[in-house]
């Protein structure tokens, strides 16, 4: 029997229909609890929060099995699976919304097992924020508790938004949206402002320019690993939160060095899961592939 999880992460769970100016991809597996466990289960075992419909096909279900994550925290409830259909632009940065069917997300209520409560490392990916209020308040005590969020929450949810920000130990969110909840203009005017709502960590997500963490103290900056090309970038962004708060449970120690080195481990897997489509990549990649990775992005990051 495997072990018990000691990182906990819920998000949705969607099939994607992906379209960029090279390829269509339709009915693909998606959602920011596939990509950010796919991502934490390479470095820890992971507990999966989320719902699924009755169409939700098996073969996207034997993906997560075949990575060992937990999946007795997704619920099975009669309807359809959410489905999210994108479109990138040329550039591959900005992409537009085609479609969103909540189906059975609509009326999703989290249900934490049992096994679950006691996890130390927690990630609350990107949902609703009174659902990852919802499953924060099911938990015993956890020492680490990561929350991502969107622009979508930030404009009709913001007072519970607010709310779960001011209970977790960091907050991620990209340039945008940092703005967007703070009205400020530079990052370090979002990040002192973001600070005082709450988290003790805030940490800004640039894309292709990589990230940026924000303490009470210090400042720390990483560029993303360099990519001659990529496939699609859906989920880069809970892939980065995964690796990272997988990596974080992994070393179970709340250093500097292990949250810097944690971010250096999500910005590797990221960009392996941005080389294919859906998981396809971080499905195939082993523990020295992302080893290697990681040695030589160190390398690249060194100044002294
Ligand atoms: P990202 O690229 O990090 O924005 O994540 C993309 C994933 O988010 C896709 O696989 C979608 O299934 C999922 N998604 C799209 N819209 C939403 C939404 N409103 N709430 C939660 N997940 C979403």
Redesign the pocket.
């Known amino acids: 029997m495997s072990a018990q999880p000691n990182l906990v992460v819920v998000?949705?769970i969607?099939i994607?229909t992906i379209e960029t100016p090279h390829e269509k991809q339709p009915d693909i597996l998606?959602?920011?609890a596939?990509?950010a466990c796919a991502a934490s289960s390479l470095f820890s075992r992971t507990g999966m929060v989320g719902v699924v419909g009755t169409d939700f096909p098996d073969l996207h279900r034997q993906v997560w099995g075949a990575m060992d994550i937990d999946l007795s925290g997704v619920q099975t409830v009669e309807g359809e699976t959410?489905k999210?259909h994108?479109v990138y632009e040329a550039n591959m940065d900005n992409r537009s919304?085609i479609s969103?069917e909540l189906g059975v997300f609509a009326d999703f209520s989290p249900v934490l097992p049992g096994e679950y409560r006691k996890a130390p490392y927690l990630f609350l990916g990107?949902?609703a924020p009174e659902l990852q209020l919802h499953v924060l308040e099911q938990m015993d005590d956890p020492k680490f508790v990561l929350v991502d969020t969107?622009d979508?929450w930030i404009n009709i949810a913001r007072e519970a938004l607010e709310k779960v920000v001011a209970k977790v130990t960091m907050l991620t969110l990209n340039e945008s949206e940092a703005r967007l909840l703070t009205g400020e203009q530079t990052l370090l005017a979002a990040a002192k402002h973001l600070l005082k709502m709450g988290p003790e960590y805030v940490l800004i997500k640039k894309g292709e320019s990589g990230s940026m963490l924000f303490t009470h103290k210090n400042i720390f900056m990483l560029h993303a690993y360099p990519l001659e090309s990529f496939k699609d970038?859906?989920?880069?962004?809970?892939a980065f939160a995964g690796g990272f708060i997988g990596k974080l449970a992994e070393f179970d120690e709340l250093s500097p060095v292990a949250i810097r080195q944690a971010m250096a481990y999500g910005s590797v897997v990221a960009s392996f899961g941005v080389e294919e489509f859906s998981l396809g990549r971080l499905t195939g990649i082993e523990r020295e592939d992302i080893e290697n990775r990681y040695a030589e992005f160190v390398e690249m990051s060194r100044i002294s």
């Open positions: 998000g949705s969607g994607d998606g959602g920011s596939s990509y959410f999210w994108g919304t969103t990107n949902i969107m979508l970038p859906t989920g880069a962004g809970d």
